[in-house]
């Protein structure tokens, strides 16, 4: 008599244990509805975006900026053409990521892209050789302007003559296009420099 109330005792002991457990997971599985029994998990919050500085940039960038045009240190036994095209790159770059686009700004980053031809350009063929002077010559008139279109026709100026230069290096050795490439990469960046100017203005 005594097991079989035992047994009982402990049966009911299970079954009130299974209907705890089903009650408490029946919780949790409400509690992901949106009440009205259907399937809601909340969506997980976005993260908060990085912290920006000055006008949404990067303030390593901003500093960048600042202090102009960032040149690269040249090879000292690479080709010529691939060395101006490696100076002109990085004043391309400046030119679009930092918002230079005012006669000053513009001036300055040629006066340092004119500076570092300058020691390239003796390994240029002869009628690319004044390349650095075109373009020094080409930020001395743009600085000194008195308008936009004034500096504009300072740098539309300086690609007519590299693009001179160029056809004389053609005509005398037209098989051999790319002792042309140094001339073909300083008439990009004055051209870039010219858009720029175009589309922001200013002094």
């Known amino acids: 008599m005594r097991a079989t109330t035992l047994t009982k005792m402990m049966k009911f002991s299970m079954a009130a244990l299974v209907l705890a457990v089903a009650l408490a997971v029946g919780g949790v599985a409400f509690a992901q509805t949106d009440g009205n029994g259907r399937g809601h998990v909340p969506a997980p919050s976005a993260p908060a975006p990085a ?18 045009p ?18 002109s790159r990085a004043t391309e ?4 990521n930092c918002g230079c ?34 373009v020094a010559q080409a930020a001395r008139r743009v ?16 690609i ?15 098989d051999h296009p790319r002792l042309t490439r140094g001339g073909d990469f300083v008439a990009e960046t ?5 858009l720029a100017l175009e589309k922001g ?3």
Do not use: M, W
């Open 160 to 174: 007519a003559i590299i693009h001179k230069d160029i056809e004389l290096v053609k005509a005398e050795d037209p």
């Open 143 to 158: 600085r000194a302007a008195r308008s936009k279109a004034e500096a504009q026709r300072a740098l539309h100026d300086a």
């Open 201 to 203: 203005g200013g002094l």
């Open 190 to 194: 004055l051209n870039v420099a010219s």
């Open 93 to 96: 770059s400046y030119i679009r």
């Open 51 to 68: 912290p920006l500085g000055g006008n949404g940039s990067d303030p390593a960038a901003l500093d960048s900026c600042a202090a102009g």
């Open 70 to 87: 960032t040149l690269p240190k040249l090879p000292t036994f690479s080709e010529a053409g691939d060395d101006v095209k490696a100076l």
């Open 101 to 134: 686009a005012t006669q000053d700004c513009i001036a300055g980053a040629l006066d340092k892209y004119a500076e570092a031809l300058a020691q390239v350009t003796p390994r240029l063929p002869p009628q690319l050789q004044n390349e650095a002077d075109v």
